[in-house]
């Protein structure tokens, strides 16, 4: 594909549920990234794997939140038992490889939590 | 640890006129600045970025600066149109990107 691609665009789950969010980074692209985007906020940065490793987990905010890698592509991102104050947009991000600092955005997630 | 401090929060220009936006940054390690544009429901797009050995750069309406010694990069638009309106983050890369808290531009025609 010619860019990054995220699944679902929106999710709307029930309080306690757990949900999982999509990542397609880049084709050929190593490195990958999921940040966080509150309402009227910032990005939060959450986790980066490079291949399918994470040397950094340092952003996600609780044991609820977990992230994989399989095949050095798709990535997912598992959020258990979800809160009210999970809702945000989940958006990924790749780049080339560890060296290169260009990152692309997807279009991202939008999780609601009633 | 590190941070990234973005002002203004939001900026009103007349179309035809100049913006700029500060960030100033902690961590000395950091080494690319990059800007990203993000219109209403879109994911952010990188407009510039400048590497620590570059103090200036410039690309048609956008240039940013750097300070390294100060710890503070700016983002400059000239003759601002209607269609620069969207929220504008800066961001610094030590280890990791950290974003700032965004700033949202106006640009009334």
């Known amino acids: 594909g010619a860019g990054v691609s995220q699944s679902p665009s929106n999710k709307v789950t029930e309080k306690g549920k757990d949900v999982e969010l999509r990542c397609d980074p880049i084709?050929?692209?190593?490195?990958l990234y999921w940040y966080r985007q509150s309402l009227g906020q910032g990005l939060e940065f959450l986790i980066y794997?490079?291949?399918?490793?994470?040397?950094?987990k340092s952003g996600l905010p609780s044991d609820r939140f977990s992230a994989e890698r399989t095949g050095g592509s798709v990535s997912t991102l598992t959020i258990q038992r979800t809160q009210q104050e999970d809702s945000a947009v989940y958006l990924c991000?790749?780049?080339?490889?560890?060296?290169?600092?260009?990152?692309?955005f997807g279009p991202g997630t939008r999780l609601t939590v009633t | 640890g590190e941070n990234v401090e973005q002002h203004p929060s939001t900026l009103s220009v007349q179309e035809g006129d100049s913006a700029v936006i500060k960030c100033t940054y902690s961590?000395?390690?950091?080494?690319?600045f990059p800007w990203y544009k993000q219109e209403l429901g879109k994911r952010p797009q990188l407009i510039i970025d400048?590497?620590?050995?570059?103090g200036e750069k410039k690309d048609q309406r956008i240039a940013v600066t750097l300070n390294k010694t100060a710890k503070h990069f700016s983002l400059h638009i000239t003759e601002t149109q209607p269609e620069d309106s969207a929220v504008y983050f800066c961001?610094?890369?030590?280890?990791?990107?950290?974003f700032g808290a965004g700033t949202i531009l106006r640009v009334k025609s």
């Open positions: 991000a790749s780049s080339l490889d560890r060296w290169s600092y260009e990152q692309y």
């Open positions: 084709s050929g692209h190593t490195a």
């Open positions: 794997f490079q291949g399918n490793s994470a040397p950094d």
């Open positions: 961590d000395s390690a950091s080494n690319y």
């Open positions: 400048i590497r620590s050995n570059v």
């Open positions: 961001a610094e890369y030590g280890n990791k990107l950290v």
